[in-house]
């Protein structure tokens, strides 16, 4: 008799994560429980995936004003150059957010931090190593130095969101033939590792993208859904919301190849509440 991967089986999996169980102590209890090999390992697998089939309700996002000056923004201190926008996905390309040695300078805090860059692992919420992603990286905390601190303002008076609900930025370096596969930055609230996802600050509801160079060739961020593609230039960002953590927001993105030279980038990801 074949053995059907049911909701209910799929959600008894995620409650067993979400009590502290491993991925290997469900599959050891559903072989017990008569379950074939192949079958449990692809409901642990499905599990793990998470599937929101209808999409919950909205909430708020940060955002930028354009009905009065739709080519520039003003914050704090410096001004920003609306490039590009579009509102499904709701996407932004800025330029001038850093300065040329604003740039610098993060790259070269980064350096000494570098270490290969993880993806979430959505069984327990915690981070793991993927070939999805190929690139190193620096994690920094909220307001860590002078500079930090300086950006993280500009950022929020950018897109009209409390500089306290953003992650601690993080550097990236992608080197030749590095990248990232298309991916969301939002968590599924289905997944087993979600409630250790939403800890600290809640949904992710947001994602600006900084360059800080311009890779000789390749690189660019894609977003296939739209077939829409931004080039890495020095100085420049793009930024995308996501009110509801499901595809229709139309977010999926990625790193194209890096195909000669390197390419550094600082991502800054944005929660619906305090970031603690």
């Given at each position: 008799?074949?053995?059907?991967?049911?909701?209910?089986?799929?959600?008894?999996?995620?409650?067993?994560?979400?009590?502290?169980?491993?991925?290997?102590?469900?599959?050891?209890?559903?072989?017990?429980?008569?379950?074939?090999?192949?079958?449990?390992?692809?409901?642990?697998?499905?599990?793990?995936?998470?599937?929101?089939?209808?999409?919950?309700?909205?909430?708020?996002?940060?955002?930028?004003?354009?009905?009065?000056?739709?080519?520039?923004?003003?914050?704090?201190?410096?001004?920003?150059?609306?490039?590009?926008?579009?509102?499904?996905?709701?996407?932004?390309?800025?330029?001038?957010?850093?300065?040329?040695?604003?740039?610098?300078?993060?790259?070269?805090?980064?350096?000494?931090?570098?270490?290969?860059?993880?993806?979430?692992?959505?069984?327990?919420?915690?981070?793991?190593?993927?070939?999805?992603?190929?690139?190193?990286?620096?994690?920094?905390?909220?307001?860590?130095?002078?500079?930090?601190?300086?950006?993280?303002?500009?950022?929020?008076?950018?897109?009209?969101?409390?500089?306290?609900?953003?992650?601690?930025?993080?550097?990236?370096?992608?080197?030749?033939?590095?990248?990232?596969?298309?991916?969301?930055?939002?968590?599924?609230?289905?997944?087993?590792?979600a409630a250790a996802m939403l800890k600290r600050g809640g949904p992710r509801v947001a994602t600006l993208l900084m360059?800080?160079?311009?890779?000789?060739?390749?690189?660019?961020?894609?977003?296939?859904?739209?077939?829409?593609?931004?080039?890495?230039?020095?100085?420049?960002?793009?930024?995308?919301?996501?009110?509801?953590?499901?595809?229709?927001?139309?977010?999926?993105h990625g790193g194209a190849p890096v195909i000669e030279g390197e390419k550094w980038v600082a991502t800054k990801?944005?929660?619906?509440?305090?970031?603690?």
């Amino acid at each position: 008799m074949s053995q059907q991967i049911t909701p209910e089986i799929l959600r008894w999996i995620t409650a067993q994560a979400m009590a502290g169980h491993t991925a290997e102590a469900v599959m050891q209890a559903m072989l017990a429980g008569g379950w074939h090999d192949d079958v449990a390992r692809s409901a642990i697998e499905r599990a793990k995936r998470g599937s929101l089939k209808e999409p919950p309700p909205p909430m708020p996002v940060p955002g930028v004003d354009l009905s009065v000056t739709p080519w520039r923004v003003q914050t704090c201190d410096r001004e920003v150059q609306v490039l590009a926008s579009m509102k499904l996905p709701r996407l932004l390309v800025f330029g001038n957010v850093l300065s040329s040695e604003e740039c610098d300078s993060l790259i070269e805090l980064a350096r000494p931090r570098l270490s290969r860059s993880p993806t979430i692992d959505n069984w327990n919420g915690g981070d793991e190593v993927s070939d999805a992603r190929t690139s190193e990286g620096a994690f920094f905390e909220p307001g860590e130095s002078d500079l930090l601190r300086r950006i993280d303002l500009r950022i929020a008076d950018l897109v009209e969101w409390p500089v306290g609900h953003g992650e601690g930025l993080q550097v990236l370096r992608y080197a030749p033939g590095a990248q990232y596969e298309p991916h969301h930055d939002y968590f599924d609230p289905t997944v087993p590792g979600a409630a250790a996802m939403l800890k600290r600050g809640g949904p992710r509801v947001a994602t600006l993208l900084m360059y800080l160079n311009t890779p000789c060739k390749g690189g660019s961020t894609t977003f296939p859904d739209v077939g829409f593609d931004v080039a890495p230039i020095k100085g420049n960002a793009v930024f995308f919301s996501y009110s509801r953590p499901h595809p229709i927001t139309r977010t999926l993105h990625g790193g194209a190849p890096v195909i000669e030279g390197e390419k550094w980038v600082a991502t800054k990801w944005l929660r619906e509440r305090p970031f603690a």
